[in-house]
Every structure is written in C-alpha cells, then in structure tokens.
C-alpha cells in the first residue's frame, strides 16, 4: 500500500507523511514499537493494515483494555474495576479483531497492563473478585526513600494488590492470559516498580508461551528501589534516556549525548525501553522531556536521534493535543471521524511525521552494525555519526548557524535518498526529496539548515529496488478463497459478488459486500465453495469501486488481472496436504545453537488427538541438518515454542500444514527442509569473528549429508557472529550475520540444498 498525502503549506518539516513500499522487506528486521496511546481498537486496526505494517514498525503498545472508572479524563483508564475487555476504546469482539488484524500484517499488539492496583474505591471488586483480603493494608502515603511502603502502600490511593497472594496472582495471570488467547504478544507492565521483582517473575511464569514484556520502573537516584532489579523478568523502560535527551535538545548541547546508555547506572541497551516521552513524562514532566507542546523541531530532532542511536527498543510516542492535564482523547479517531494535527485534526501522530517514521525504516535497516561509527561534532550543537557502513545520520540542532560540509560515511558509494527531506519507493527505486552521493572513498557532502537533520541507509538507495517487496500472504488459504491486494488503497476492502456458477451455490451478497480480511498484503474472503464463475466488485464499503470482474474461486486479483492463489504465493491448503505423510513432522534449522533443541507445542488440531505438550516439551532428534520431532499423525495446525531445554526460547508461533519447517526465521514446507544436499561435491567456507573474516573449509559429513566445522570464538569481536560462504562473497548465507554467544565452541552444520544452518554448542 502506499501513502502519498501531502500537508498544508508553512508547517514544519516534520509534519508530512512517508511515502511507502507495499510491502516491508521480509529480511529487515523490526527494532522500534509505537504508543498509540487512548486509540480506538478499529482505528488501530486500520493503521496496522494502512501504515504500520508497511513501514515496519514491530508492534504497538495499546491503552489497557480492562473495564476501568466511568470518568473521561486519561487517567480513568489506570484505575481498573474488572479484568473484563471493555472500555472507550472498544469492546472484546473489536479488541480480538485489532490483534489479529495486526497480526496479519506483520505488528506486534503490547497491552498496557494495570495489575498493581485497582481502582480508588471501596476494597470490593465482583467482577474479579477481589475483596479486602486481596489487598495490602498499608494506605500511608508512599515514602519512596522506603522499599517497603513504595512496593506496598496504595500509590496516590489506588487500592494496592497483594501481589505476594497466590490467589492474587492467579487473576492477574487469568487476565493476562486472557490477552493472549487472543494473539496478544506482550505486555508494559505498569507500575512495576510498586510491585517486588519476584512477584512479578511469579506471575510471568504462569503465563502461557513466552510473551514481551517490558516494565515500567522509575529509577532515583536516592530511592532503594533501582530498575536493574527487573531486568531477570523482561526489559525495563529507561526513563534517564528521556530525561537525558530533553535538557540536551531543549537547552543546547547534544554532542554530549555521544555514548548515551553507556554510562554508570544504565541500563544495559538490551535490556533498556527508551523514549523521547511518554503519556505520563508529557504530562507530569513537562519541564524536562521533549513533546509536541512548544518544542517545535526539537521534539522531531529528539526522535531522530532515538531512532538513529543504536540503543534500546525505542517507543514513538503518539497522542492527542490536550491543554488540561485531565483532558481525555477525542471523541472520534483519526479513521473514524477525526484526522491527525497536520490535516486539521486532534491527534499529533508523531509517528505519521515523515521523518519520525522515515527513521524507523533507518533503524530496522542498520540493525545489523548496533554501534556508531565517523562520530562527529562541532562541539556544541551539531552532530554526525554512521552506523558502520549502512547508515548515516546529520542532526542540527544549532538555531543560527547550518551545516554545509562533507563527511566520512563509511557507506558504499552511490546516490542515497535523504529521508528526512522525502520517501523512498522501493518498487521504483525513486526519492521524493534531496539526494546526497556517497563516493568510492565513503564520502558524501551535506547541507542541512537550522533545526533540521538529513540521513541516508542501505535500504534507500536511488535505482536500487526492493527484491523481497513484491506483495506477500501472511497465511495459507483454501482453494475457494478469492484475494485481492488492494492496489486501490481502500481503507476497508469490500468484496461483493452475484451470479454464481453452478447456479445455486452462493447467495448473491447485499451491496456493498462482505468485509474482506487481511492477509499480508492482500484481502481475501473464503466463499467456502468451488464456483466455476463469479461476478465480483471490489470497493472501499462500497465507495470507490472497481469495474465489473468476473473469475472462478481459487483467483488472486493483482496488478490489474486476475492470477491462481499460487502465482500471487499464496500456499493452499487441501485435502492432499492433509494425508501427506510428511505432515506429521515439526523441524526446526536451531538458528540459534540451541545445545539440545526442545518443541514445546500446545492446541494442536491433528488426525489424531495430541494432548498440550509439558514444558518445556519434547526433545528433538537431528536429520538431514535439522532438528525433527515426529507426532506420528497428520498435523493440520498448532502452536509451538522452541527452546534449549526450557531456556532461551522463541515467541510462540503459529503453525499450519504444509509449512512445518522453522528454517531461516520463516515456515517452510516440509519438503524445503529435507531436501538432498549435493553430496559433498562443493566447497563452503565458514568467515566470522573467530578466524578474522578469513576462509576455513568445511568438512562434509557423508552420513548427515551436512557441510561442518567446529568454531570456537574468544571475544575477537562483539557480538561474536559468521556467514557461510562460496569463497567469493557471491553466495553468504544467511543474508544477515548469524550471532552466537562469545566465548564457547560451536559445531556448525550447512545444508547447501537448502541453505539452512545449524549451530550445537560443544
């Protein structure tokens, strides 16, 4: 889908939207996440589908769900009545729909959730239930010099939870794994720092899978309680980084912040959620954190270099305009009735704001080079830095005086788009806005005025085109479904349809249609019976609608003409697949060295009956350069988790027939998995941090059919990591260094069918 809409004239460089690829690069990965903070369930739905998925952005962190106070002010959503999914931004049907409906398109849903208190009323709750007994009985005044009355006073009245309860414990878990029955991937936990550690670790572990978290904890310098504590649970938001970065930005200085996140009492970057602000920092702290309110291009500069500084998991802030601290959201959203600040609406959607979302894609891009390299500044206000040769990023935060000069990129030469001053289409190859020349040395010149930034990356170079864009499927479909990929940018693709062939087996649909759902980057709508001809009209609920198209069921409609379901790479689902033999088997490449690789694998649907597996699940036997576990019946779907014998394990995954084989981050069929290797007819090199990038042959092993080497890595460099290699660099596998933990040994196997690898540590 694309995105082309332009803004009024006068307003400043940040208030204008990217233009998008329809598709995001399936290799690149997703390393920020946005805060639609007081959003709608529908309209976040929407902007998965329109904006999110496309730009790459990982995921969202969602208002909490749960029934709270009946009060409009934002506040009210903090102060929970019930664990029930219910509220002014939805109810459960529309919350369920948004999950999956970001799902589908490649984004993350994180619930905010509120499980150290209920709200400031009487210790009664029903709906729960929870009674005096399930709360702590301290309602003093918090003294935050005292760990004790900060983890078990009510905070600013709010009925503390005795988290140290079992009983209490359990509903939280209820609820939480109530959310994730419905897809949801992670949870903030809010409060976290009025909860003890272990407390929280207690309720982690009676959730099902291995959802995100990440935890709200405010760390003082003079307080006992310190955010390092949480770090064993999940990660922990680092609110020094926003504190940091505002004086910085708002009062001049920021070549100071070079090395930020290094520093004593830090959060280690991989442990670390940072931000520029969040809901509660705009509001209660304006004086020191950037936001939208009087900051002007210093706010936008602020995101730039979060998202260019290879530190944390960072959250795009995106609200609402509000004058009151109480003030609550507008009425309506911006897909339902109102329309972000730089179009005459009430919400900001900072992450619409080209170069906010622009950054984004600069993140995900560069993530394979965490550090920065070329840093330079003018001492003062104006700063440079690369992130070792596949970004580059100019930021001016001086109010007189521009930036007009060359630097040392480290990138390889060609012409780049700046992505602060235009969009990148990656199907064309083409830039909106100024393009900058990196030459054979890594030198590029730049101007960049007053309170403005420039960047360039890899992933924006002019003629170069995206050759993992094309329009994907997110799921396999059956054979009587009709798809469509939405070259109309309808909001709400609609399909109608009439006139069935044979005559009688399909009603004929009231105008405008039925919904269609989802699917990467196409809609599709199962009519559940094979039609040898069809009338369809495709339109946005009936607006926009295309001309009269008549296909048979099994059809894709896209670029213009109708092709099979296989030829737009949809994988069917049928009958065939289902008494395949091979479906009984789940495979796994062990991409991440998993010394003993187990399945852990639950709501399986198979010929037979499977009872949920036990954590951490069933060990994994080694074939043809992967791991197996064999159900001994015909799989149709199920869930699944890989792990190290109970540690180190994978999110939980979706599975469906034929695609039973974890190989390369991506289900594949079965068949890609087990095919024959060449039979010890090629040379491989193993290159990587323990040989210097050098060339070591690997040995091939004629009773696996698997290319080997034994590797051991000593900290040469960080993060410890390798490529499988022709001897040329024409042909590396995989596309992005495979990372190993430093300092220990490794046997590394290669399937040079499929170009899988497997890592055991010795």
């Keep these: ?318 609200g609402y305009y509000f004058n009151d601290f109480d003030a609550g959201p507008p009425a309506t959203g911006i897909h339902t009735g109102n329309a972000c600040g730089f179009d005459g609406g009430d919400w900001v959607c900072e992450h619409r704001w080209r170069g906010v979302a622009n950054m984004v894609a600069f993140r995900n891009h560069t993530a394979a080079e965490w550090r920065v390299t070329n840093w330079w500044d003018d001492g003062y206000n104006q700063v440079a830095f690369g992130r070792g040769g596949l970004g580059f990023v100019v930021i001016n935060r001086d109010d007189n005086k521009g930036i007009n000069q060359g630097f040392a990129t480290g990138m390889p030469a060609g012409e780049y788009c700046d992505i602060i001053s235009g969009d990148f289409n990656s199907q064309t190859g083409t830039c909106s806005g100024t393009t900058i020349s990196v030459d054979s040395s890594g030198y590029a010149h730049f101007t960049v005025a007053s309170h403005n930034a420039a960047a360039i990356h890899v992933g924006a170079k002019v003629g170069q085109t995206c050759t993992d864009c094309d329009k994907k499927p997110a799921t396999p479909v059956t054979a009587t479904n009709l798809c469509y990929d939405n070259a109309a940018n309808h909001t709400s693709p609609t399909l109608y349809y009439w006139g069935a062939q044979p005559a009688g087996s399909l009603t004929n649909a009231t105008w405008p249609g039925v919904t269609m759902t989802a699917n990467g980057d196409f809609y599709c709508h199962d009519v559940e019976t094979e039609l040898s001809s069809v009338n369809v009209i495709f339109s946005n609920q009936g607006a926009n609608k295309s001309n009269d198209l008549t296909t048979t069921t099994g059809t894709c409609y896209s670029d213009g003409s109708w092709k099979s379901l296989a030829d737009c790479g949809f994988t069917l689902i049928t009958e065939e697949d289902n008494d395949n033999d091979n479906a009984t088997q789940i495979c796994y490449d062990n991409q991440q060295g998993f010394s003993q690789p187990y399945l852990y694998f639950w709501n399986v649907d198979a010929a037979t009956p499977i009872a949920n597996a036990t954590w951490p699940g069933q060990a994994m036997t080694q074939q043809n350069g992967q791991y197996c576990y064999d159900f001994g019946t015909n799989l149709t779907s199920l869930k699944v988790i890989f792990s190290d014998q109970g540690s180190r394990q994978t999110l939980d995954m979706n599975v469906s027939a034929p695609n039973l084989c974890y190989a390369n981050g991506e289900w594949k069929d079965l068949s890609q998995c087990t095919s024959n290797t060449n039979g010890g007819n090629e040379t491989w090199y193993f290159r990587g941090t323990a040989n210097g990038w050098g060339l070591t042959a690997l040995d091939y092993n004629e009773q696996t059919g698997l290319y080997t080497t034994t590797q051991t890595f000593n900290g040469e460099e960080s993060p410890a990591r390798f490529k499988i290699d022709d001897g040329s660099w024409t042909e590396s596998y995989p596309s992005t260094d495979y990372q190993v933990g430093d300092y220990a040994t490794y046997q590394i196997h290669f399937n040079s069918s499929t170009k899988a690898i497997s890592v055991t540590q010795h």
């Design 1 to 318: 889908m694309k995105f082309n809409k332009s803004l009024s004239a006068g307003l400043m460089l940040f208030g204008s939207l990217i233009g998008g690829a329809p598709s995001y690069a399936q290799d690149v990965p997703k390393t920020a996440f946005v805060h639609l903070f007081e959003w709608g369930w529908q309209d976040i739905a929407q902007e998965c589908e329109e904006f999110l998925g496309p730009k790459g952005f990982a995921a969202v962190q969602v208002s909490p769900p749960q029934k709270s106070v009946d009060n409009p002010a934002w506040w009210s959503r903090y102060q929970p009545v019930s664990y029930a999914f219910e509220g002014r931004s939805g109810n459960r049907a529309q919350f369920a729909d948004m999950v999956q409906r970001c799902k589908n398109v490649g984004v993350d849903i994180y619930v905010d959730a509120v499980i150290n208190h209920m709200a400031a009323w009487n210790r009664n709750f029903p709906e729960v239930p929870y009674g005096v007994n399930d709360f702590n009985s301290c309602t003093s005044d918090i003294n935050y010099s005292n760990r004790w009355s900060v983890q078990n006073c009510d905070l600013v009245g709010l009925n503390d939870l005795k988290t140290s309860s079992e009983y209490v414990r359990q509903k939280i878990a209820d609820y939480m794994n109530d959310a994730i029955s419905m897809g949801v991937a992670g949870f903030r936990i809010d409060a976290a720092k009025h909860m003890p550690a272990e407390d929280i670790a207690a309720i982690k572990s009676k959730l099902h899978g291995t959802p995100y978290i990440f935890q709200e904890v405010i760390g003082a310098e003079n307080e006992p309680v310190k955010p390092g504590e949480y770090t064993y649970i999940g990660d922990v938001t680092e609110f020094f980084f926003a504190r940091t970065l505002g004086p910085k930005f708002k009062h001049g200085g920021i070549k100071d912040l070079q090395g930020i996140g290094s520093w004593n009492g830090w959060l280690s970057s991989s442990d670390a959620v940072t931000f520029v602000t969040n809901h509660d920092e705009e509001r209660h702290n304006p004086g020191q954190v950037l936001s939208h309110q009087g900051f002007g291009n210093l706010y936008f500069l602020g995101n730039v270099f979060t998202l260019a500084y290879p530190y944390g998991y960072p959250k795009v802030m995106s």
